[in-house]
């Protein structure tokens, strides 16, 4: 895996995540901004992406989840003008309905559902658990209408990617497109990743992949190119508008 991504990543960002060497990812979607409707944003922290979405999107509505109650409160500060067209559910996605604990760090962005693993504390010195907060747990089918096409689906859940994509296959069926950022640094068992599981799901639901961005090297880069994460973007096969 390692090799195949040295292969088509160029030299340049190895030394640095390249968020800032490519477009937007809505950017290189396919879509007209017109014929975007229904956008998804799983893991919303404090709005970014829903905003961008709203900006690029003139006819879309934003469906955003975030259990972090201080990362919410920004979102809906940070949505003022738009509360008509972005709702806010505050609460966690999985693959079942649950209570569970939402593991606080000191960074907000990297708050997870999963303990720190040894391999992230490694490669972010500047996160650290600080403490636990109780946070409602639901699926991505269960909150979702069924009659309903998704345009774009962001996931960003720090470690809980596979267990989001579980709990919404009904809506995989009905979703055009799927940007998910896939942390190798929250597997706890180098030898048990969760991406070969997340590329083979989305697999099986007929997606393919349409291309990989904010490629994030291991830190300090290392000599093979060693990554932490990268966003990946899939296409639905099966839709044929998609």
Known sequence: ??????????????????????????????????????????????????????????????????????????????????????TLHECALSEKDSQSQLHVTTTSAANSLHLQSREHAEQNPHVRQVGSTDVSVRTLDGMLSTNDTVDILKIDVEGEELAVLHGGV???????????????????D???????????????????LYGLIDIYPLSPPQPNLGMAQFDAIFRNTRLSDA
Do not use: C
Request: no cysteine.
């Open 1 to 86: 895996m390692k090799k195949f991504f040295a292969r088509i990543v160029p030299k340049s960002w190895q030394q640095q995540p390249i968020a800032s060497q490519l477009r937007h990812p809505f950017s290189a979607l396919p879509l007209s901004p017109q014929d975007v409707h229904l956008v998804v944003d799983v893991g919303a922290f404090t709005g970014h992406y829903a905003l961008h979405a709203a900006q690029s999107y003139p006819n879309a509505t934003i469906v955003a989840f975030e259990p972090t109650p201080t990362s919410a409160k920004k979102f809906r500060e940070n949505m003022a003008n738009l509360e008509s067209r972005v």
């Open 170 to 188: 009904g809506t995989l069926a009905r979703t055009r497109f799927v940007i998910i950022e896939i942390s190798l640094a929250r597997d706890n």
């Open 190 to 208: 180098p030898s048990k990743q969760a991406v070969f599981k997340i590329f083979s799901l989305l697999q099986q639901a007929g997606f393919g």
